[in-house]
């Protein structure tokens, strides 16, 4: 939702769009369904707070998720009404708790068509006219390894309104070198300029990937003061994936970069918020722990918590909590083993804490006494960390910072149970540790309450 690929224009506008037309519509229905009902409710403050509703269910239905697939004008129309059938639930559920807030059936009947046929229309506009408008002109100076991979990540997110112009060569390159990088029958063209300046008057840009050392440094330094983003491979990629290019780093990419999260008022800020959050979250979520407490006892013999070992910040070890979801030796055959899809070994209770994520409940332990933070990359058990790290010598890096109930990772990435799966999964978390800020933090943590509450991803 907060657009960390560079989506923040087209997400600003959309959230602008929906929360003034919702609002406006409230607003004028409410007048329309008498006067003594407008008096009665103010529709100058029962207009905006359903326009936050209606922000708040256009969310839960993945309507600014701009980074998914292109969506279709039914899937828009469809998401719409839901949308709007969960605010009107929860303005009849605050009409019948405060009798004087009740607007009456014809005003719901009217607010769902004209507000619900209002929004459809727009986002219509917006996806299929205005947007078009917003297009990024994208060209990659030279070619090199990474340029095969900057032509396909743009080509799969058309849809975000990216245009990929080709590669450009200066005159001064060597272009059977900059030709023979190129994959056969790569459709993209190859342009070449005798400087960047040429570049900029030939073509729409706003952002050139450098991707080869370039000596026109002064040239570049003039385009950014033109407006153009100039940008390198590595901070190109993150933008509009959302992850780091693992095959392609070296381990001095985290030395150069900013935004980490090693700094003592980061780290106190992080720590602070921790701790009130899990505190709160453990005091509401206590009767839920109690009830699956009580069922997990009840549906199969064994203890109901269960701990492991699991690697920490700095890589020290320790000991992780959950509710019990598995037969008690569930493991006595396999050893230490990644869950899989329909995995047998998880009682009955167990699936639905899993899918409901009730059984990391007893983690908010794990975050009140400093081995785990809210957010950051999920703690693997020391015999699998052992074996990623051989394969894939970043893996170490993740344990810069502390593991997390969620994160970045689980977010964009489904459940994984392989090598591959990790290796995809690291790129999110090497992000994450380059990338954190308190907004990405509550971006996690809005995503990941829509994962609990449809139950995506859970084994």
């Known amino acids: 939702m907060?657009?960390?690929?560079?989506?923040?224009?087209?997400?600003?506008?959309?959230?602008?769009?929906?929360?003034?037309?919702s609002a406006a519509t409230v607003y004028m229905l409410s007048f329309a369904n008498g006067p003594l009902c407008a008096a009665l409710i103010q529709p100058y403050l029962v207009a905006p707070s359903t326009g936050?509703?209606?922000?708040?269910?256009?969310?839960?239905?993945?309507?600014?998720?701009?980074?998914?697939?292109?969506?279709?004008?039914?899937?828009?129309?469809?998401?719409?009404?839901g949308a709007t059938a969960e605010v009107n639930f929860l303005l009849l559920l605050a009409a019948l708790s405060v009798p004087a807030m009740n607007l009456g059936a014809s005003f719901y009947v009217s607010e769902i068509i004209v507000t619900g046929a209002t929004l459809v229309a727009w986002r219509v506009y917006a996806h299929y006219f205005l947007f078009r408008r917003l297009a990024i002109g994208v060209m990659a100076l030279g070619i090199g390894e990474a340029g095969p991979i900057v032509a396909d990540e743009i080509a799969r997110r058309g849809h975000l309104g990216y245009n990929f112009l080709g590669y450009a060569v200066l005159a001064s390159a060597d272009r059977t070198v900059e030709r023979s990088q190129l994959r056969r029958h790569d459709p993209v063209p190859i342009h070449t300029a005798s400087s960047v300046f040429e570049l900029v008057a030939q073509f729409p840009l706003d952002i050139l990937v450098v991707l080869n050392p370039c000596d026109s440094i002064r040239e570049l330094v003039r385009c950014r003061m033109q407006g153009i983003e100039v940008l390198d491979f590595h901070s190109f990629y993150e933008r509009i994936t959302g992850r780091l290019p693992v095959s392609l780093l070296d381990e001095g990419w985290l030395l150069a970069s900013g935004g980490t999260l090693h700094s003592r008022w980061r780290r106190g800020i992080k720590r602070a918020i921790d701790l009130f959050a899990a505190a709160l979250l453990a005091i509401l979520a206590l009767p839920i722990a109690i009830v699956a407490a009580i069922a997990i006892k009840l549906d199969s013999e064994g203890p109901i918590l269960y701990s492991q070992d699991r690697v920490g910040l700095d890589g020290r070890v320790f000991r992780?909590?959950?509710?019990?979801?598995?037969?008690p030796d569930a493991e006595r055959e396999t050893g230490a083993v990644w869950a899989v899809k329909g995995d047998p070994r998880v009682t009955r209770v167990g699936r639905i804490i899993r899918r409901l994520r009730i059984d990391e409940l007893p983690q908010l332990l794990n975050v009140i006494m400093g081995e785990m933070s809210l957010i950051g990359?999920?703690?693997?058990?020391?015999?699998?960390?052992?074996?990623?790290?051989?394969?894939?010598?970043?893996?170490?890096?993740?344990?810069?910072?502390?593991?997390?109930?969620?994160?970045?990772?689980?977010?964009?990435?489904?459940?994984?149970?392989?090598?591959?799966?990790?290796?995809?999964?690291?790129?999110?978390?090497?992000?994450?540790?380059?990338?954190?800020?308190?907004?990405?933090?509550?971006?996690?943590?809005?995503?990941?309450s829509k994962v609990v509450l449809f139950g995506r991803g859970a084994r």
């Open 377 to 448: 990359p999920r703690p693997e058990r020391p015999e699998i960390v052992t074996k990623i790290a051989e394969a894939m010598p970043l893996y170490e890096y993740r344990h810069f910072v502390r593991p997390g109930l969620t994160g970045w990772a689980q977010v964009c990435y489904p459940y994984g149970a392989s090598i591959e799966d990790t290796r995809r999964k690291l790129a999110y978390d090497l992000y994450y540790i380059k990338n954190w800020s308190l907004t990405l933090d509550l971006q996690i943590m809005l995503q990941t």
């Open 52 to 81: 936050f509703l209606y922000l708040g269910a256009l969310y839960f239905q993945d309507l600014y998720a701009l980074e998914h697939h292109p969506r279709s004008t039914y899937w828009i129309v469809a998401s719409i009404l």
């Open 320 to 327: 992780v909590y959950k509710f019990r979801s598995m037969r």
């Open 2 to 21: 907060f657009a960390p690929k560079g989506l923040s224009t087209k997400v600003a506008l959309l959230l602008g769009g929906d929360f003034m037309l």
